[in-house]
């Protein structure tokens, strides 16, 4: 009996001391858990954070994942914007729609076959442009010989080529003057602010001289069909009806798109 009585009170003793090893352990191990899922958590946000942090030239901390994702989703928003505005659609665009209207014809083509004709078309006249950003800023940073900031400022230098080629030295002075900005010692030195809206400009005063010079042999067709109708006393007779074959087969037997599409692409060089 005094056994099983000293057997008993040593159980009483050990019990709360093995409860608090069980607690203890099970802490541990909640922690463990917590540290190795600390990592994973936060993998993308580092990720991100040195990503930024290397297209800005940092070393320190970056933006918050949510500023980030922020930015991400601004940049691709005005991306589109920056691309039609820095390459030779534009141009092309507004030439394929005069001359639609110079034709007399009110959709057709319809209006997405001219934003096709117009996008293929300018990668045709980008492609040396394309070529050079490919092989001096892509397939570098791809290869990882460049980062992401050398690349977008080699990639942007190119771009900066073709558009001053294409920009007006009085559209340019224009916004220079504006902008109250010092002169410039070359054309490398002229900041995208002022080359984007002179580059812009230049582009619609060619486009629009481009359209006047195909609007003329059709109101030629215009002017007699109507001197025409009137000297026949058919004045109920829309001169619009009447002169629409007739410039759709002057149009057909110069082979007009081949000579407008050969014409546009040459104006680029």
């Excluded at 607690?23 to 540290?35: I, L």
């Excluded at 505005?85 to 141009?91: E, G, P, V, Y």
């Excluded at 209207?101 to 076959?113: E, K, M, R, Y």
């Excluded at 069909?225 to 087969?249: A, D, E, I, N, R």
Aim: glycine share 6%; proline share 6%; net charge neutral.
């Amino acid at each position: 009996m005094k056994r099983l009585l000293k057997a008993a009170a040593i159980a009483a003793l050990l019990l709360p001391i093995a409860a608090h090893a069980q607690e203890a352990t099970q802490a541990a191990a909640q922690v463990a858990s917590q540290a190795a899922a600390a990592p994973a958590a936060t993998a993308i946000p580092g990720a991100l954070d040195r990503a930024f942090g290397s297209l800005g030239g940092t070393d320190g901390p970056g933006m918050s994942l949510s500023l980030q994702l922020l930015l991400v989703m601004g940049l691709l928003t005005i991306l589109p914007s920056l691309i039609l505005m820095m390459t030779s659609f534009t141009r092309i665009l507004v030439v394929l729609a005069i001359l639609r209207q110079a034709l007399g014809l009110q959709q057709s083509p319809p209006n997405q076959v001219l934003i096709g004709l117009s996008l293929f078309l300018s990668l045709f006249v980008m492609a040396p442009t394309l070529e050079k950003v490919n092989q001096n800023a892509i397939a570098p940073y791809s290869a990882g010989t460049v980062n992401a900031e050398q690349a977008i400022q080699i990639a942007g230098g190119e771009f900066h080529k073709f558009m001053i080629r294409q920009t007006r030295e009085r559209d340019l002075m224009m916004f220079a003057d504006m902008a109250k900005a010092p002169r410039f010692t070359s054309q490398a030195d002229v900041p995208f602010s002022i080359l984007l809206p002179a580059f812009v400009t230049s582009e619609l005063k060619t486009a629009f001289q481009i359209g006047f010079m195909l609007f003329l042999p059709f109101l030629v067709i215009d002017l007699v069909v109507s001197s025409v109708l009137m000297s026949l006393g058919m004045m109920m007779m829309s001169p619009m009806v009447v002169s629409l074959p007739f410039k759709l087969l002057l149009f057909v037997l110069v082979d007009g798109w081949a000579l407008l599409m050969g014409s546009l692409a040459a104006s680029f060089g």
